[in-house]
T-cell receptor
Framework: AQSVTQPDIHITVSEGASLELRCNYSYGATPYLFWYVQSPGQGLQLLLK??????LVQGIKGFEAEFKRSQSSFNLRKPSVHWSDAAEYFCAVGPYFSGGYNKLIFGAGTRLAVHP | DGGITQSPKYLFRKEGQNVTLSCEQN?????MYWYRQDPGQGLRLIYY???????QKGDIAEGYSVSREKKESFPLTVTSAQKNPTAFYLC?????????????????FGDGTRLSIL
């Protein structure tokens, strides 16, 4: 079955510390992977995406993610967290070739809290 | 600036009442989507539409209805048959490309509508 797992429901880090949010997926076809961020009461904003090429992708707000096919993982990282990064983060996977409708499967999300 | 506008931001429904959530986009995207978000469950797809006058059920369509009469608009009606409508509803849109490289385009999201029962 196709699924996305974000093992950590809540994570708390100190401001300035490094961050890694985990994402594992189960997907039969070549995956197209995304990370989105959601601030309270807001919609989702795309942080980065991966579909081919270099397995380390750079996104907005200083985030990066690494695709590891052997581990079916697409973990999100940031070297130094800012208080404004406190939000909920969603990993999603979709088909590489969609031909139109691109159904995404979302993980349950990881809520990040940042201590000053 | 192009984007997706959802209205209202907050909506209250009485028992037995149908309510309609608005979603408008000016991104010239062909595909539009409605998701329901509940705490700890991520996003679940209600309905999607690839083109005007066509739409398909998603994973949790029961108790909901949609229409797609215009490219830029995709309203969602929460009917009285939806017994647990309290949730955060998100509308999204994406570009549609021919099958091939990078054909799967990211979805862009509105700011959501929070629906509660009175």
């Amino acid at each position: 079955a196709q699924s996305v797992t974000q093992p950590d429901i809540h994570i708390t880090v100190s401001e300035g510390a490094s961050l890694e949010l985990r994402c594992n997926y189960s997907y039969g076809a070549t995956p197209y992977l995304f990370w989105y961020v959601q601030s309270p009461g807001q919609g989702l904003q795309l942080l980065l995406k991966y579909f081919s090429g270099d397995t380390l992708v750079q996104g907005i707000k200083g985030f990066e993610a690494e695709f590891k096919r052997s581990q079916s993982s697409f973990n999100l990282r940031k070297p130094s967290v800012h208080w404004s990064d406190a939000a909920e983060y969603f990993c999603a996977v979709g088909p590489y070739f969609s031909g139109g409708y691109n159904k995404l499967i979302f993980g349950a999300g990881t809520r990040l809290a940042v201590h000053p | 600036d192009g984007g997706i506008t959802q209205s209202p931001k907050y909506l209250f429904r009485k028992e037995g009442q149908n309510v309609t959530l608005s979603c408008e986009q000016n991104l010239n995207h062909d595909a539009m989507y409605w998701y329901r978000q509940d705490p700890g469950q991520g996003l679940r797809l209600i309905y999607y539409s690839q083109i005007v006058n066509d739409f398909q059920k998603g994973d949790i369509a029961e108790g909901y209805s949609v229409s797609r009469e215009k490219k830029e608009s995709f309203p969602l009606t929460v009917t009285s048959a939806q017994k647990n409508p309290t949730a955060f509803y998100l509308c999204a849109s994406s570009n549609v490309r021919a099958r091939g490289l990078d054909s799967n385009q990211p979805q862009h999201f509105g700011d959501g509508t929070r629906l509660s029962i009175l």
